[in-house]
């Protein structure tokens, strides 16, 4: 029962490069999202879906662009790296956006730029 | 703009002791109020949660304490064990969108 599959675990970036973190779940779960964990921040929200081919922006959108093609796959891209996006990255899916459900993550993306 | 406030960063309590941990919020429409716990190398894992129209919810030695018209809700672990030795998250949701709290560490010393 794989649940929630983050890709790579570990990533080391110079300024000015693009990538994209995997995320992908197999629990048929509609909603599905993106966190950047910072000490002493939490966990902040980038960007969610509600959906295959609905997004929205979160909390800290800004330098990241994500798209939802798939039930399954919700991946997170990088644009252009900057030493301030260097955090753990976390994808989150539950069953729907409505109500009391339980968001399962993945084991998280420690990224660094350089 | 913080919307959810959750203190203390750190806490280091002895075996046997309780640990509180609380938090504030501000949006009122938020509707659900889970804490998860999260071990280090790992992703936050659902611990227990709680709905605003209920003031207290008890899962073992865990319990959440809700306090609608201050907007407040804490976390109390009794019987702490070293197993508790984790960071905690608060968090706050409307429609499924969950906004978190900054963490606290949690060392429960033997």
């Known amino acids: 029962n794989a649940g929630v599959t983050q890709t790579p675990k570990f990533q080391v970036l110079k300024t000015g490069q693009s990538m994209t973190l995997q995320c992908a779940q197999d629990m048929n779960h509609e909603y599905m999202s993106w966190y950047r964990q910072d000490p002493g921040m939490g966990l902040r929200l980038i960007h969610y879906s509600v959906g295959a081919g609905i997004t929205d922006q979160g909390e800290v959108p800004n330098g990241y662009n994500v798209s939802r093609s798939t039930t399954e796959d919700f991946p997170l891209r990088l644009l252009s790296a900057a030493p301030s996006q260097t955090s753990v990255y976390f994808c989150?899916?539950?069953?729907?956006?409505?109500?009391?459900?339980?968001?399962?993550f993945g084991q998280g993306t420690r990224l660094t730029v350089v | 703009q913080q919307q959810v406030k959750q203190s203390p960063q750190s806490l280091i309590v002895q075996k046997g002791g309780i640990s509180i941990i609380n938090c504030a919020y501000e949006n009122t429409a938020f509707d659900y109020f889970p804490w998860y716990q999260q071990f280090p190398g790992k992703g936050p894992a659902l611990l227990i949660a709680?709905?605003?129209?209920?003031s207290e919810k008890k899962e073992g030695r865990f319990t959440i304490s809700f306090n609608k018209s201050a907007k407040q809700f804490s976390l109390h672990i009794m019987d702490s064990q070293p197993g508790d030795s984790a960071t905690y998250f608060c968090?706050?949701?409307?429609?499924?969108?969950?906004?978190f709290g900054q963490g606290t560490t949690l060392q429960v010393k033997p």
């Open positions: 989150a899916s539950s069953y729907q956006g409505t109500g009391d459900t339980e968001a399962f």
């Open positions: 709680i709905r605003p129209d209920v």
């Open positions: 968090a706050a949701s409307k429609s499924g969108k969950l906004i």
